[in-house]
């Protein structure tokens, strides 16, 4: 009964779990803001949502962009750019894809017809010179011009344009995310005429919204190189890790109604998640939205009653410790060393002890302000420590792990 297609919790990435939890900001953000401004014609910035790995970002967006096609939208898939690839090219397919929603290929005007061709040669061959030379157009204008005319369309037809591009941190070539950046940011940024019934000519920015989600380093790029420009054009959120809190109302329905699970034989069966084990599931998996659906899977299949008990959370914790485990080794691996240094060492000292100076003393460090930059890094970039008078963490996992016998749990399970 308690089997793999009956169970709602998903480690896996890149799908938008059943079992949702918090992210109200940015989902807010989206319908109350975003949404609103672009269908009204107003500029709104394009979102970058950064955060290091398993925190939701690609989640999130899919979310927002499931919700946006229920209204009606164009939104694209979410355009995954593996390391290696040509991203303009990628990004030029799915734009054609919007372009077929709009209804532009059965458009007579030549103009239209030219742009398309264009865009379908960039999407064929990407970026290469030879192209460029032999139209006299660099492709990514083409595609500014092609989003243009598709958002024309999103106007005529009430709709809001939304384009995810997922993996930015992979575009390494930085021509080409100069290129992207500049594509998809003078389309968010054209000011068009239309015309308004009784009113008149009202100039407007076109609805479209972009989202971009990544690793952090995508900040150094977009960040340090692209400048002001950027910034004007894009707003950046450091996704944190999930408020206990949030967790425990995901999970509160499970306790209150249960999950229904689909039966053959007609009868509804019903399993719920009894109290103590909902706030098993909380404690152990540190605000992880990873390893909070791996917590709830593991729980979900150690038993098979109608209720999961605690004793289910705590024997299916123990076989997915070795997870939990590589799930915050890679994130701490991925970090600098100065920056892995300056944390193990945080982590060393007792709370009250986490000044800036003290750690790095004991991370040896040769003068004090060496520590100036990974601590701003794992603060402002990385969302991983909080500078205040002493520092703190804010990713929990990572505090667990350096600071406990966390992902270990003291008690045995009840037999
Ligand atoms: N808000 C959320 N509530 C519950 N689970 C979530 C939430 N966001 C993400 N998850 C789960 O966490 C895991 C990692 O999410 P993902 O979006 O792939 O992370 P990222 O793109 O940041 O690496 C997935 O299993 C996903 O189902
Ligand atoms: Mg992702």
Redesign the pocket.
Known sequence: MRDALSNPF??????V?E?????TEQLSDWRDVLRPRLQAGLFERGRTIL?E????????VRRIAAQAERDGDWVTPQIRLALGTDPVKRIATEVLRLAEMAGLPAARENRITALLDRVQSVAASGVSVGLRDRVGVEPHIALTELLVEIGYAAIRQGAVVLIHVDEVQNITDESLLSQILISLGDAITREVDVDVPAVGVVTRSLPIAVYL?GLTEFDDRSGARKGATFARRFATTT?EP?GDDDLRS?LRPLIVSGWELPSPAGEMRVVRLAPDAAETIVDVCRGE??L??LAGQRAWYAGDGDVITRGDVLTGWRQAQPEAVSHVERILERLPQREREFVTAMAELPPRDRSQGQIAARAGFAKATDAGTPSQRLDRVRGIIGRGKVYTFRHRAIEAFLTSDWPAIGERPPR
């Open positions: 998903q480690p896996g990435s890149d799908v779990p079992i949702w939890a918090g992210r955060g790995p398993g925190l939701g970002k690609s989640s999130l989600t996704l999930i995901a939205p990873f909070f659906q």
